[in-house]
């Protein structure tokens, strides 16, 4: 039997609610990515978030992850982000820099205010082309924070 990861980022609490409906679903163990330098959670501050990660997108920067993770134990990975101007945050980036995904199966998930996924599937199949890769998950903001759990049961269901 294959072990399952459910890797997530999250700031407002979005993506770590899909996260942790996965993780009940599969019964796949969870993992925080969690950045050096926190983010401001206070939603009321949420321009100068915006425009902060617009300047890591922009400058090309690599947030540092504060906790060490484990990825050799799992054959399969699900990681989980919230959409930051049309993309992943940077701190995805770093993910990718620091681990070697081969052979290992991704199955990515996000949530978002409209932008879907973005794209980001397709540019983690070309950070780790040596995995595979699913089908991901979207899920609008306003789902992943009353109730993802039919989307998520009906997306595992499809995965089969």
Known sequence: MSKELVLYFSVYGTAKAVAEEIAKQTGADLKEIEPVVPYDSDRNHY????????????????PAIKNEINIADYDTIYIGYPMWWYTFPMIIYTLFDKYDFSGKTIIP????????????????????????????????MGTAESSSALAVSKWLNSLK
């Not at 321009?47 to 690599?62: G, Q, S």
């Not at 409209?114 to 890769?133: C, F, H, M, W």
């Open 47 to 62: 321009n100068a978030l915006a425009a902060y990660a617009k300047k890591e997108h922009d400058e090309n920067m690599r």
């Open 109 to 140: 998930f996000n949530t978002h205010m409209g932008s879907r996924d973005g794209g980001t599937y397709k540019t983690i199949q070309k950070l780790e082309p040596n995995a595979k890769v699913l089908r991901g998950l979207p899920v609008e």
